[in-house]
């Protein structure tokens, strides 16, 4: 049973356009969630944090946004980059096993030039 | 050394040999991870390591599947009797004790022809 789950397997965007990236969890024990991104070939590389006592981080051009009550959290790009194509995972951890996070399946991003 | 490193990059093996990956974690890392990427999938978690704590090696998806980690720093994924459905990139991470985030490796690409 997937606890973290990204619906949107790609996401196509023009370069300068926002894009968004969604990610939904179950446990309600989670607090604490990241995103990665990852290149072909490459590890997956820590993009942006957020505890569960914020429900917004921002770092540049990358924002992310806790919603607690509906258990989602969404990573926004603005603008978005060609640069930017990758996967993207959302991950999470909290309660119990408070030191193994739960990864999503991943949204492959294309920012068309 | 800088970097989560793994070694190898790539492993092709026949079906029913098998094979050692290994990582070698950030210097000073408590916590090690592996997890695995299948096509078209998320990660998934194989096994954690903390300090001198018994592992949790509640991902590990069958007895075929075993690590180790010696020393507290370098760790070797063994799979014994490979099949098919055992051919993902595995990847391993590390962090430090308090920490709230992995670090990757590049993973291995295991192929079971």
């Known amino acids: 049973d997937q606890q973290v789950k990204q619906n949107s397997p790609s996401l196509s965007v023009q370069e300068g356009r926002i894009s968004i990236l969604n990610c939904d969890y179950t446990?309600?024990?989670?607090?604490?969630f990241l995103w990665y991104k990852k290149y072909p070939a490459e590890g997956p590389t820590f993009l942006i944090s957020?505890?569960?006592?914020?429900d917004k981080n921002e770092d540049g051009r990358f924002t992310v946004f806790l919603n607690k009550s509906a258990k989602h959290l969404s990573l926004h790009i603005v603008p978005s980059q060609p640069g930017d194509s990758a996967v993207y995972f959302c991950?999470?951890?909290?309660?119990?096993?408070?030191?193994?996070?739960?990864f999503g399946s991943g949204t492959k991003l294309n920012v068309k030039p | 050394g800088a970097g989560v490193s793994q070694s190898p990059s790539n492993k092709v093996t026949e079906k029913g040999k098998d094979v050692e990956l290994r990582c070698d974690p950030i210097s000073g890392h408590t916590a090690l991870y592996w997890y695995r990427q299948s096509l078209g999938q998320g990660l998934e978690f194989l096994i954690y390591f903390q300090g001198n704590s018994a592992p949790d090696k509640s991902g590990l998806p069958s007895d075929r599947f075993s690590a180790e980690r010696t020393g507290g720093s370098v760790s070797t994924l063994t799979i014994q009797r490979t099949q098919q459905e055992d051919s993902a990139v595995y990847l391993c991470?590390?962090?430090?004790?308090?920490?709230?985030?992995?670090?990757f490796g590049s993973g291995t690409r295991l192929t079971v022809v």
């Open positions: 957020i505890s569960s006592i914020k």
């Open positions: 446990n309600s024990m989670f607090d604490y």
């Open positions: 991470a590390s962090s430090p004790l308090s920490g709230n985030g992995y670090t």
């Open positions: 991950a999470a951890k909290g309660g119990r096993d408070f030191n193994k996070f739960y």
